[in-house]
T-cell receptor
Framework: NAGVTQTPKFRVLKTGQSMTLLCAQD?????MYWYRQDPGMGLRLIHY???????AKGEVPDGYNVSRLKKQNFLLGLESAAPSQTSVYFC?????????????FGPGTRLLVL | AQSVTQPDIHITVSEGASLELRCNYS??????LFWYVQSPGQGLQLLLK??????LVQGIKGFEAEFKRSQSSFNLRKPSVHWSDAAEYFC????????????FGKGTTLSVSS
């Protein structure tokens, strides 16, 4: 039981390049989220998904796209990377079960855009 | 608007001294409340959570937090800090509606002096 995994752990991109971050979970959770973390800003929600085939925008969606073709995977895409997207990206999943409500985080992906 | 405020950006506490980290929230209804801890270069680990019932909740590593509805606060406490507690701490709130993501505060960095 790996929980929430993220691939890759670290990546360096040049401005204008594209890439996809993969989040995978083996807990059968319906809800998945992508956050970015920047110094002094806490975690800000980029996009989220409430189930397979559905996605929605969060607080800071510009420059990102997502897909949830399979329940266990949530992909975050950068079509044309910009230096402002240098950040640490966290994926999270959520189980809604009344008092057992908990959000689980992956280990993060560090992205540097030059 | 929904928000979480952690008034202290950085706190230094002597090892063995008590600790209190402040968290205030603005929310339309009674939210779920969480405290997470993040060590440098690591992901987020759940310390404790409040859903309902007893307003004093116990967490891991000797931490506790008290929900005060009248003050819209959920402060984190520990009676005796250890050097290993040095980390960044995030307060978060979540709605009881399905699909909503957690809203995070900007974090408080804890340093422990010997």
């Amino acid at each position: 039981n790996a929980g929430v995994t993220q691939t890759p752990k670290f990546r360096v991109l040049k401005t204008g390049q594209s890439m996809t971050l993969l989040c995978a979970q083996d807990m059968n959770h319906e809800y998945m989220y992508w956050y970015r973390q920047d110094p002094g800003m806490g975690l800000r929600l980029i996009h989220y998904s409430v189930g397979e085939g559905t996605t929605a925008k969060g607080e800071v969606p510009d420059g990102y796209n997502v897909s949830r073709l399979k329940k266990q995977n949530f992909l975050l895409g950068l079509e044309s990377a910009a230096p402002s997207q240098t950040s640490v990206y966290f994926c999270a999943t959520r189980r809604l079960a009344g008092a057992q409500e908990t959000q689980y985080f992956g280990p993060g992906t560090r992205l540097l855009v030059l | 608007a929904q928000s979480v405020t952690q008034p202290d950006i950085h706190i230094t506490v002597s090892e063995g001294a008590s600790l209190e980290l402040r968290c205030n929230y603005s929310y339309g209804a009674t939210p779920y409340l969480f405290w997470y801890v993040q060590s440098p270069g690591q992901g987020l680990q759940l310390l404790l959570k409040y859903f309902s019932g007893d307003t004093l909740v116990q967490g891991i590593k000797g931490f506790e937090a008290e929900f005060k509805r009248s003050q819209s606060s959920f402060n984190l406490r520990k009676p005796s800090v250890h050097w290993s507690d040095a980390a960044e701490y995030f307060c978060a709130v979540g709605a009881r509606q399905a699909g909503t993501a957690l809203i995070f505060g900007k974090g408080t960095t804890l340093s422990v002096s010997s």
